[in-house]
């Protein structure tokens, strides 16, 4: 087998083999720490920009198949595990990791330290590294190019350039739903059309003007890649889309950018949240949840304005803002992911809080 090399930031160099497709890519290096859900995280558009070291030593084993894709493409820039199986096993498998990662032109690297590069990661925080395998060695150019890296126009680079229509699934049809693409996972929508929603995925400059008079009963704000301050046209939508009263839910970025529209400040964590074992704390019920997360940037709690909002939950581990609720407007968001499968299903019950929200809306427009 072909050897295949990290090379971080600081110096620090990994060497081992090959997987997927041959080449370098330029990315920032994060940690993913799920035993299992590889094909989620691949194909989820909040890594764009982004090389994930899985630190579960065994990955590939069950394979992929076409159903649980998360979006159309993958978008991880480079993927990086102890072990890749060579032989998965699942009856629903229908390639392997390698074949994947070839078809879509994404570096791999198994057969290092993952416990030495989260550790380096954790302690450090997020860094600039270069993947390449052999023969494609990095000249000082890329070295320098590395060193600069910046993910930007991530949101611009991941939403859909046109509107597209999902019917409910369920019996009937109860609520039509805007959803904004900011990088949207699949199961997302899958959630809201089970619920007897019409969903219309829209791309995330869409006008609010052309949202509030769609006819829709709510507005559901996507995950997505990148630095949420960057979005300021996104923002400034959503400050219209406020004073409209109509239900809005908030997931991820989502979250981010709702509270950046009413004033309060995001910051870049140190190694962020991605993983699907994160406890929260619902602050209003005094009840913890396991959650699914993938963030690597958080809203300041304390810069939430009191008379606006209200800070709904904390991350058990480390305190910060895990979600926020409008004291005068339907309107909730949380960081993590309600919608995530595999992994915990405990918070599956957000996505019929924003129902019951349309359904108080319309029966109150009645």
């Known amino acids: 087998m072909k050897k295949a090399y990290l090379l971080l930031a600081d110096g620090t160099l990994f060497e081992g083999v090959s997987v997927g497709a041959e080449g370098a890519s330029i990315a920032e290096i994060v940690f993913n720490t799920g035993m299992a859900g590889y094909q989620e995280v691949l194909t989820d558009p909040s890594y764009y920009g982004q090389s994930v070291c899985m630190t579960y030593p065994l990955i590939g084993n069950y394979g992929l198949n076409a159903e649980d894709f998360e979006s159309r493409k993958c978008w991880v820039s480079g993927f990086i595990m102890r072990e890749a199986c060579a ?28 416990r030495r590069l989260t550790r ?7 860094m600039n590294g270069i993947l390449y395998s052999e023969g494609y060695e990095p000249t000082e150019e890329q070295i320098a190019e590395m060193k600069a890296y910046k993910v930007t126009n991530a949101v611009k680079t991941v939403t859909i350039s046109e509107p597209k229509v999902y019917p409910t699934t369920a019996e009937t049809q109860k609520h039509r739903v805007a959803l904004l693409d900011f990088g949207v996972k699949r199961n997302i929508r899958r959630e809201l059309c089970a619920r007897g929603c019409e969903v219309t995925v829209l791309p995330a400059y869409t006008k609010p003007e052309e949202i509030l008079n769609g006819g829709y009963d709510g507005i559901m704000l996507s995950n997505g890649p990148g630095d949420p301050e960057e979005n300021t046209e996104i923002i400034e939508n959503l400050k219209v889309l406020i004073k409209s009263g109509m239900p809005i839910f908030g997931i991820c ?3 981010q950018l709702l509270a950046l529209s009413i004033g309060a400040k995001t910051k870049k964590m140190v190694f962020g949240h991605r993983g699907v074992n994160h406890p929260v704390k619902d602050l209003a019920h005094d009840r913890t949840y396991i959650t699914s997360q993938n963030h690597g940037y958080a809203v300041l709690g304390e810069t939430v304005n009191p008379e606006i909002a209200r800070v709904s939950h904390i991350n058990i581990n480390d305190n910060t803002c895990e979600g926020i609720e409008h004291l005068h407007a339907p309107i909730f968001t949380v960081q993590y992911h309600p919608e995530v499968k595999p992994g915990p299903e405990d918070t599956a019950y957000l996505f019929d809080q924003f129902i019951a929200l349309m359904d108080e809306k319309k029966g109150g427009a009645q």
Request: hydrophobic letters at 30%; proline letters at 3%; one cysteine or more.
């Open 120 to 126: 380096i990661l954790r302690n450090s925080g997020v």
């Open 87 to 114: 032989y998965p096993s699942n009856w629903r498998c229908d390639r392997s990791l390698d074949e994947y990662l070839k078809s879509e032109g994404i570096v791999g690297l198994a057969g290092i330290d993952t």
């Open 253 to 255: 970025l989502g979250h």
